[in-house]
Structure formats: structure tokens, C-alpha cells
């Protein structure tokens, strides 16, 4: 695909051109099919947690930068994206270059530890840019940093010590888990929601084991391979308040989405 050829659409009176790195990736495909944001539905939830808007948020396995995109216009103020996959960061640069007015993007996978690692693509990558993985390997070609680290760096890239990290997504193929125990500090001290993809039970019950110590609970999920909202000190009635709210689809009017969603849906 020539990299000019790219998907336009109007979205809550804004244009936006996302850029893909092959028609046959699913993600970008979606994007195509329905002249619109991919998981729209998990967009808008993420959205209606915070109805101010925030500060600062960090996307983690950005992808080609949907999600990014969407957060940047609709939800905070500065956008870190994170990306390791080379095949996948052009593209993603450009489409941040293209939709938003400033943005961070680090070109690095993240861990536990500052290490090495390389990268494991799935059968028939092209369809699956998605799926890519990343394989700890002393003096592998990856650069595998923290989460903690790249938060202290941004920091001082910016000179704003004190910037508010409001939530962090991750969806980086099985290693959510080692992603966090690199983030302890950065969860200790701003406790930002969390919006993580879970691939299966076993996982799933690894990151709430692992975020307990830190007084988070899940109270959500969305999408067919489940993305889990984490929150610091949820209240039993804040939670089953908000999971309410939301299947009564009430964002959905804000955010004028109704109609779009629903056509969705049925196809």
C-alpha cells in the first residue's frame, strides 16, 4: 500500500486522515470499513470516565495510533504513545503528525527492567500488525526500557515534574503484566485509571494479583479480547454506578455517537 493512501472521515465536526501500513491489517481495515475510529465503543467509555478532560495519558502498544488519535482530540492535553514495532512506527508518526497538535512518542518496548529483547510476529503479519510480540533476548536488536523510566524522561523533556499521569492503556500482546511491575512508582504515586487487554482468565487474574498491592480493582471490561478498567480505591457503588451508566448508553448521546454506533453493530 503506497503510504499516501490513507482513510479520511468526519468525526464530531473534526477531519481526520489515519494512515495503515497494509489494507489487509485488520485494525486498519475496520478503520476503512467503517469510515471511522476502530473500538469506538471502548473510545467513548474511556472518555466518559473522565468528562473534563485530562492532563496527561499514556497509550502503550499505540499501534498506527487510533486510540492515540482519539485520546489527543477528544480526551487529554499531552499524549505519550508508545510503539516498538518498526514496521508499525512510520506510519504511527505520521498519523500523530497528521491529527494532533503536539504529542510524545517513544520507540521502545516496555518491561520489568531496562533489558533486550526482539520481536515475534505472528503468522501472516501483515493482517495482524497488531499481534506483534516481544521476546526477552540478551543482545537482542529491541530496546526493552520501563515504564517508570520513560515517565522520568518525559518529565524532564518537558521540565513539568509534577504532571499528572491520568490513565495509561495497554494493549502489548502478554506483556501487560511485566509492563506494570515496571510502572510501580508511577502507580504508587498517581494512581492513574487503567485500561489493559487481558487475553485470557490466566491473565486476567495475574494483573488483579499483581494490582491488589496497590489498592486497584477492576470494575469494567470492553472489546472482544477484553480490555479491563483498573481504578485506584473503587468504591463497590462508584463501580456498578459507572458500568450502569455506561450499558444505558448514556455517552453515547454526549458524545452525539448514537446512531454511528449502532450501525456498527448491526453488520
Not at 468504591?235 to 448521546?253: D, E, N, P, Q
Request: hydrophobic residues 40%; charged residues 20%; neutral net charge.
Amino acid at each position: 500500500m503506497a503510504m499516501s493512501d490513507c482513510c479520511m472521515f468526519n468525526y464530531r465536526e473534526r477531519d481526520f486522515r489515519i494512515m495503515g501500513v497494509s489494507t489487509k491489517d485488520y485494525i486498519y481495515r475496520k478503520i476503512r470499513e467503517y469510515s471511522g475510529f476502530y473500538e469506538l465503543d471502548l473510545l467513548l467509555y474511556i472518555e466518559s470516565c473522565f468528562p473534563h478532560g485530562v492532563e496527561v495519558c499514556i497509550d502503550v502498544g499505540a499501534n498506527i495510533g487510533n486510540h492515540s488519535v482519539y485520546f489527543g482530540n477528544f480526551i487529554c492535553k499531552d499524549l505519550i504513545a508508545i510503539e516498538v514495532n518498526p514496521m508499525v512506527t512510520p506510519v504511527l508518526r505520521k498519523n500523530l503528525s497528521m491529527n494532533l497538535d503536539s504529542f510524545t512518542l517513544y520507540e521502545t518496548a516496555v518491561g520489568m527492567k531496562k533489558s533486550r529483547g526482539r520481536l515475534k510476529n505472528p503468522v501472516n503479519v501483515m493482517s495482524a500488525l497488531g499481534m506483534v510480540s516481544v521476546v526477552a533476548e540478551s543482545g537482542g536488536d529491541v530496546e526493552i526500557s520501563t515504564l517508570d523510566a520513560l515517565y522520568s524522561t518525559w518529565c524532564e523533556q518537558k521540565e513539568t515534574p509534577n504532571k499528572h499521569i491520568s490513565f495509561v492503556k495497554l494493549d502489548i500482546e502478554g506483556m501487560e503484566l511485566d509492563a506494570l511491575k515496571g510502572a510501580s512508582q508511577l502507580l504508587a504515586k498517581d494512581h492513574p485509571d487503567l485500561f489493559i487487554e487481558a487475553a485470557n482468565a490466566t491473565a486476567y487474574r495475574a494483573l488483579v494479583d499483581y494490582l491488589s498491592q496497590f489498592q486497584y480493582s477492576a470494575i469494567n471490561s470492553h472489546a472482544i479480547t477484553p480490555v479491563y478498567h483498573f481504578k485506584y480505591r473503587a468504591s463497590a457503588w462508584a463501580s456498578l454506578t459507572h458500568a450502569t451508566l455506561h450499558k444505558l448508553g448514556f455517552y453515547y448521546f454526549r458524545s452525539r455517537s448514537f446512531s454511528f454506533i449502532s450501525r456498527m453493530r448491526r453488520r
